[in-house]
């Protein structure tokens, strides 16, 4: 079964950095691109950015790139998103997807609720 | 980047009613790689259909996608109580990949 599993709900401040995470299981893990998708509280859905396990190669959306990373471990099947220095704007819930060979996003995981506030 | 507009913002409907979402394109989406996905509150969406008219594993067959290059339809045939939820579509045909604002379908 295909699982993704995402890190749990963070409470930051401005400034601060953070990394959130995506274990993957129940596929092969470098055999397919993992995306990550943004939406803000009661907003839609926005693609972010996607990565290829398999050799790290990554797109980004223009809307945020500079502002966060996508890297991966193949060790452990886990995707990361990663911000330097975190910005109320931010908050949001984040979620990684699995995409389809059809280019589709077949899976998700559960989400991470990330909130910024001083 | 190409632009998804969706109609009707909000649907208002009693089950087993018919439902009918639109997602329209800014510029032709290439070899209709389009998707919907369903979305309930406190949930992470679920894909739905796939390459504007295949359905996903698991998708009940009241659910149907039809279109091609800019005009793009999401039908639920007979709307069950579960149906009652935020679709969205999504282009995956060109970078950046983008989804469109949702259709809330909402009880009646």
């Known amino acids: 079964e295909v699982q993704l599993v995402q890190s749990g709900a963070e409470v930051k401040k401005p400034g601060e950095s953070l990394k959130i995470s995506c274990k993957s299981s129940g596929y092969s893990f470098t055999s397919y691109w993992i995306g990550w998708v943004r939406q803000m509280p009661g907003e839609g859905l926005e693609w972010m950015g996607i990565l290829y396990p398999g050799d790290s190669h990554t797109t980004y959306s223009p809307s945020f790139q500079g502002q966060v990373t996508i890297s991966a471990d193949k060790s452990i099947s886990t995707a990361y998103l990663q911000w330097s220095s975190l910005k109320a704007s931010d908050t949001a819930m984040y979620y990684c997807?699995?995409?389809?060979?059809?280019?589709?996003?077949?899976?998700w995981g559960q989400g991470t609720l990330l909130t910024v506030s001083s | 980047e190409i632009v998804l507009t969706q109609s009707p913002g909000t649907l208002s409907l009693s089950p087993g009613e018919r439902a009918t979402l639109s997602c329209r394109a800014s510029q032709s989406v290439s070899s209709s790689y389009l998707g919907w996905y369903q979305q309930k509150p406190g949930q992470a969406p679920r894909l739905l259909i796939y390459?504007?008219?295949s359905r996903a594993t698991g998708i009940p067959d009241r659910f149907s996608g039809s279109g091609s290059g800019t005009d793009f339809t999401l039908t639920i045939s007979r709307l069950e109580p579960e149906d009652f939820a935020v679709y969205y579509c999504?282009?995956?045909?060109?970078?950046?990949?983008?989804f469109g604002q949702g259709t809330k379908v909402e009880i009646k």
């Open positions: 999504q282009q995956y045909g060109s970078s950046p990949w983008t």
């Open positions: 390459d504007a008219s």
């Open positions: 997807t699995r995409r389809a060979l059809s280019g589709s996003f077949d899976y």
